[in-house]
């Protein structure tokens, strides 16, 4: 193993060897600093931390937080290429993974903003106050999450919206794929990370596969030689002439139409029969709960492969990252939507907006056929509670 192979090793070990909800990001931070992991990293008034290399019109993110309830010691066991728990805990690469090369690029003194933010896995709170601001607008033109399962994705849009523009996403793919030997391609199908609260300052938001899969489970894996490849890539990518395309004061949003997308704001859905369900289509990006794409077990027994209990129908452990308020769910920032009937009982919280930041706030019959046959149970009370709701709010 290399020198700078096992940098990326040793350095992930450390930060994955216990987990950190959200909360616990500044024992992370300060046990890092300690270490000589970190370097002194500045604190922004939101909790954020980040530090700044040069002159540069690009912001490198990941986030600190994990997805679990409490501070645990993690288990690592190696399997090959991935590094694994031993089944009690989560493993955390996401998104220590994101961290990790974030510290490989500082560590070589690449140009660019880099910040680690606070809270990604409860709704990007830390990320979402600091994009209130206009204090990125007209400073920056690309913000890079490094925060994606997987080892092949470069997304183009996130939650129905896009993100970044093509030309953006192949360049980079391309660069990515002639310095590192790897596979990067597109992708329209991203769900949300801390990049997608930049969109109306930034023109190029994009996330990126970072090799970790089955992430917020106990079956959690790294594969720590894809970080290393990728980490390397990084170095030579030339980050400052990467194209500056989509124009951050607009939104453009997928529409399905005969399996994929067309144009949204036309309602081109197309005459595709049942070929727009979403089992057989695009128009998933498959990174809500249980989901075919990674989880081989039974459906079953998918609550009990996740480290936090659940509740609801078909298992969709982590349906939508979206701030919360009390029993009330922000509508992607602009007003309250209550989704609490005394008969959902006190499950209310598993219903995680499926309205903000997933689909654009207006959701039409189609997309709410598509929400059901996805994720909802029509024999479950709770289901079919919170269908009857969204079927009253939906547009023609």
């Known amino acids: 193993m290399s020198k700078k192979e096992n940098y990326i090793l040793e350095t992930f070990l450390r930060l994955t060897n216990r987990t950190y909800p959200y909360g616990t990001e500044d024992t992370l931070v300060e046990s890092m600093i300690s270490q000589g992991v970190f370097p002194d990293l500045e604190k922004d008034s939101h909790g954020n931390y980040y530090y700044k290399i040069g002159k540069s019109r690009t912001i490198f993110a990941s986030h600190l937080d994990t997805a679990c309830k409490e501070a645990t010691p993690v288990t690592h066991v190696f399997d090959g290429n991935l590094i694994k728990t031993d089944g009690k805990t989560i493993l955390g690469a996401d998104d220590k993974a994101g961290v990790t090369i974030l510290l490989h690029l500082i560590k070589n003194k690449i140009p660019g903003l880099y910040y680690f933010f606070i809270g990604e896995e409860v709704g990007c709170i830390g990320s979402g106050l600091a994009a209130k601001y206009d204090k990125f607008k007209g400073l920056y033109d690309r913000i890079i999450s490094f925060d994606r399962r997987d080892t092949g994705s470069v997304i183009t849009y996130q939650s129905s919206s896009r993100c970044c523009s093509d030309a953006f996403a192949d360049e980079l793919s391309k660069q990515l794929n002639k310095r590192g030997g790897m596979s990067y391609k597109k992708d329209d199908g991203g769900v949300y990370t801390d990049s997608a609260e930049f969109t ?8 990126i596969s970072v090799g970790y899969y089955k992430e917020h489970t106990t079956n959690e894996s790294q594969d720590i030689k894809h970080l290393s490849k990728l980490a390397d890539a990084c170095l030579l990518i030339d980050w400052e002439n990467l194209p500056t395309r989509r124009d951050p004061s607009k939104t453009e949003y997928k529409s399905y139409d005969y399996g994929c997308y067309g144009s949204y704001g036309t309602k081109s859905y197309g005459k595709s029969g049942n070929n ?9 990006s498959r990174d809500y709960g249980y989901h075919d794409d990674w989880y081989n077990g039974p459906k079953d027994d998918f609550e009990d492969d996740c480290e936090e209990d659940w509740p609801g129908s078909k298992e969709y452990a982590s349906f939508k990252k979206t701030r919360r308020s009390g029993k009330k769910y922000f509508d992607n920032g602009s007003g309250l939507i209550d989704i609490t009937p005394k008969s959902f009982d006190k499950k209310e919280d598993y219903y995680d907006s499926i309205i903000d930041k997933i689909l654009d706030k207006n959701l039409s019959k189609l997309e709410l056929e598509i929400v059901k046959d996805q994720y909802l149970d029509m024999n479950n009370v709770n289901d079919k509670t919170f269908y ?9």
């Open 276 to 284: 727009w369900r979403a089992k057989e289509s695009n128009w998933r």
């Open 388 to 396: 009857d709701y969204l079927i009253g709010n939906v547009i023609d």
């Open 200 to 207: 109306h300052l930034i023109p190029e938001c994009t996330n």
